[in-house]
């Protein structure tokens, strides 16, 4: 069981320490107190997520992006009626507060369920080539290289299957029979895992076309070369909240300018700014698609997930952003690689 005084936080804390706090705890949620224990207000990973869309300072304090109103229980509630009352409002952490207004506790659903388990599909893609990882990937595939002794794709796999992900569909091509032999069937990780094969490429979402049917509830696709702690479950919840149709994992990326850059009006230098950083979003390879997408995509045809999402646009379907925050690694490079053999554990 975790210990919810690992995310007690004050409300003069910066919401970047607050953060880090979520993160190392594992639990999803702050909870912002005063001296005396009284709640101020509760910091969710969604609120969270919100501050980073909005551009939230993340040196400010954590009362900028708190819920102010979270809904709250007793410390003397039967467990029966705590566990009813988290299931009513859909919420999986409940601040218990005693007879004087302080914090007593924090019911989480995970203590009263275990994991629970997903009907949501999982499509791995893993027939890359490698090319920018030659001469590794000469004799091996890119998602069968080993960082922290196993191969890329079995991380990705076990991670899934500790949130509650059962069922797996791997998108194969180059070397297709080395991930074949090694996965089978997935019965030795209690999973279910069949094969999409590509006999051309067909690209991030053209592979998608090749299921044998249509899910009955949003299914997640992965590029299987990327090292992450992502929350896929949380993302279903983010996407199911939003009530859309498409769903992109974006990661914050920082371009600091190397020079000191010159605005002019005419001839007259207006101002200097040394070398700024500009902040973008950019893909990170991880979507939640709802199950009428897969109509939309062409069958036999190469479609990326770029070209799937521009699409849903121009037909005026709703597409979300979901902010990345947890580690997270593109192997493409052999840089990347080098990176994560040091990291990841």
Not at 88 to 112: E, K, Y
Not at 170 to 175: D, G
Not at 262 to 271: C, E, N, P, Q, T
Request: aromatic share 8%; proline share 5%.
């Amino acid at each position: 069981m975790k210990n919810w005084k690992d995310i007690v936080v004050s409300p003069e804390i910066s919401l970047r320490e607050a953060i880090r706090r979520i993160d190392a705890s594992g639990i999803q949620m702050a909870l912002v107190v005063d001296v005396d224990m009284r709640l101020r207000g509760v910091l969710s990973d969604g609120d969270v997520r919100r501050s980073i869309l909005n551009g939230i300072d993340l040196d400010g304090p954590v009362l900028q992006a708190m819920n102010a109103n979270p809904k709250t229980g007793s410390v003397h509630t039967p467990r029966a009626e705590v566990l009813a009352m988290m299931r009513r409002f859909t919420f999986h952490h409940l601040p218990l507060i005693d007879d004087d207004g302080r914090v007593g506790g924090l019911a989480m659903l995970d203590d009263f369920m275990g994991v629970v388990e997903r009907d949501n599909w999982v499509v791995l893609m893993v027939g890359g080539l490698g090319s920018r990882l030659r001469p590794l990937t000469d004799t091996c595939p890119k998602p069968m290289l080993h960082i922290g002794g196993k191969p890329i794709l079995e991380s990705i796999l076990e991670s899934f299957m500790e949130q509650g992900f059962r069922r797996f569909f791997l998108s194969v091509n180059y070397m297709a029979e080395v991930i074949k032999d090694y996965f089978g069937d997935g019965s030795k990780w209690g999973a279910r895992i069949e094969y999409l094969h590509e006999t051309e490429r067909l690209g991030t979402a053209g592979a998608l076309s090749l299921l044998p049917e249509r899910p009955a509830v949003p299914l997640v696709v992965m590029n299987g070369d990327l090292i992450t702690k992502a929350n896929f479950a949380a993302m279903l919840d983010f996407h199911e909240e939003h009530q859309v149709a498409a769903t992109m994992a974006v990661r914050e990326y920082d371009l600091q300018v190397p020079y000191g850059v010159v605005k002019v009006d005419g001839v007259r230098i207006a101002s200097i700014e040394e070398k700024p950083i500009h902040r973008f979003f950019v893909n990170g390879g991880i979507y939640v698609l709802g199950r009428d997408v897969l109509d939309v995509i062409p069958p036999s045809t190469f479609f990326d997930m770029p070209s799937l999402f521009q699409d849903l646009e121009s037909r005026g379907c709703k597409a979300a952003a979901y902010p990345l925050r947890e580690y997270w690694l593109d192997i493409g490079r052999l840089e990347e690689y080098e990176r994560a053999q040091r990291e990841w554990s």
